[in-house]
């Protein structure tokens, strides 16, 4: 399960994606520098040519080549959901993934509709198959939110057959999350669903679409919303379905929340995903993607609720192979498993009761949230500053040691 959203506003897009995978699972922040073409391409499960890459920047489970999220130098960005289609992937031979089709797009595409281009022929040309979630030996079809400065397009697939279908203007922004929801309004596709003519027909009817629904709710309006802003868009990648993570049962019959069993009404699922031992969210990333100027991005490692938001600005040094505006730490497993002891400590507490789990909550909020507040006022001020090569510099010293106060924070909660 996960969770995709853009808002398109005048003058920039945001961008914001929630990766939901094995809880144990770690994923790791990296810049990735521009590369001239040439040689072969290793992806998961296929070796392919190589035909260069932009500079850009992903999240990426470790022991994978893909992305479960990211934004290139050219200010695409682009997230990908599981979805249930009537091919079964768990017989399709090995071949590219969901993940790999996100970074390869984002290498590839200068514009949201060039990376459908390179996405849509990657699908048609090398297939779609694999592990693509090795902790729970899963093998899915995708679906994706593709956005830049100006446009957003969304694509959904199942094994090489594929839809898309531009976001209009008037819509404002749009969300996706694991189900197929293209059906005769599609801008493009593949010749079959040109044929059949509406993509409805690769639905699974018996996939139930409720824990995919009720995310919608919460995300397609924060994404249509005139006010939509990166904090709005963080605050809706921490949402638990309206209600405090760990209100406290009570004698008239309400529940604690989440609650213990997640059942085909998507009771207990929310944005923030916390299915212990199943599924939790284990990364997400949200992006400004301005029509003048470099992208910004904000960055968290583990679950959003008990993580802070990083600040980024890893394309402000043009053409630069490595990434000075990009906090190490982020590429760093053990940084991961910081985040993730958190998340374990608030769900420990839930065989206790009495709102034990809010109270370790706001004890970890406490801590974190202060600190997540001045790197955000921080890297507003320095964004503010121009676009000459002097301001980008300093944001790329800033923004490169931006973790320390965060190191701190997480010292003083003996993680």
């Not at 289609?85 to 031979?93: E, K, L, N, V, Y």
């Not at 093998?139 to 969304?154: Q, T």
């Not at 949230?369 to 980008?392: F, H, K």
Request: glycine fraction near 10%; charged fraction near 25%.
């Amino acid at each position: 399960m996960c969770d995709t959203l853009c808002a398109l506003r005048p003058g920039a897009a945001l961008f914001a994606k929630a990766s939901d995978r094995s809880p144990g699972e770690i994923q790791v922040v990296e810049h990735h520098g521009p590369r001239a073409p040439g040689g072969a391409l290793r992806t998961d499960h296929l070796e392919i040519e190589d035909r260069g890459s932009f500079a850009l920047v992903g999240s990426r489970p470790v022991g994978m080549w893909g992305f479960e999220h990211g934004v290139n130098e050219r200010g695409v960005a682009i997230g990908n959901e599981q979805v249930w289609t009537i091919d079964d992937p768990r017989g399709a031979a090995p071949a590219l993934t969901g993940l790999d089709l996100v970074r390869l797009a984002l290498e590839r595409g200068a514009t949201a509709a060039a990376a459908v281009d390179v996405l849509t022929d990657a699908l048609e040309r090398w297939g779609q198959g694999g592990i693509a979630d090795p902790d729970a030996d899963k093998a899915y079809f995708s679906s994706f939110l593709l956005a830049d400065p100006g446009d957003a397009w969304i694509v959904e697939t199942s094994a090489r057959s594929w839809a898309a279908r531009r976001v209009p203007a008037p819509e404002r922004g749009a969300a996706v999350s694991n189900r197929v929801a293209i059906g005769v309004d599609f801008t493009a596709a593949s010749p079959d669903v040109r044929a059949a003519g509406d993509f409805d027909r690769w639905r699974r009817t018996s996939s139930p679409t409720a824990h995919a629904d009720k995310r919608l709710a919460v995300t397609r309006p924060a994404a249509q919303a005139a006010d939509a802003t990166p904090g709005s868009l963080v605050g809706v990648l921490r949402d638990h379905d309206g209600r405090p993570w760990g209100r406290p049962g009570h004698p008239s019959g309400v529940e604690p929340w989440p609650p213990p069993v997640v059942d085909r009404s998507g009771t207990g699922v929310s944005v923030c995903l916390h299915l212990t031992d199943v599924q939790a969210t284990t990364a997400a990333m949200v992006a400004e993607l301005p029509q003048v100027g470099a992208p910004r991005v904000w960055v968290a490692l583990g679950s959003p609720c008990v993580s802070v938001f990083v600040p980024a600005f890893p394309f402000d040094v043009a053409g630069a192979r490595r990434a000075p505006g990009l906090a190490p730490q982020l590429s760093s497993a053990a940084t991961w498993e910081r985040f993730r002891r958190l998340r374990d400590a608030v769900e420990a507490t839930r065989t206790r009761g009495d709102g034990a789990v809010a109270e370790e909550l706001a004890t970890i909020r406490a801590a974190l949230d202060p600190v997540e507040a001045d790197l955000w006022r921080t890297a507003d001020e320095l964004a503010a500053a121009g676009s000459s090569g002097a301001a980008g510099a300093a944001r790329a010293r800033w923004a490169h040691a931006a973790f320390e106060p965060v190191d701190a924070a997480l010292r003083g909660l003996d993680v």
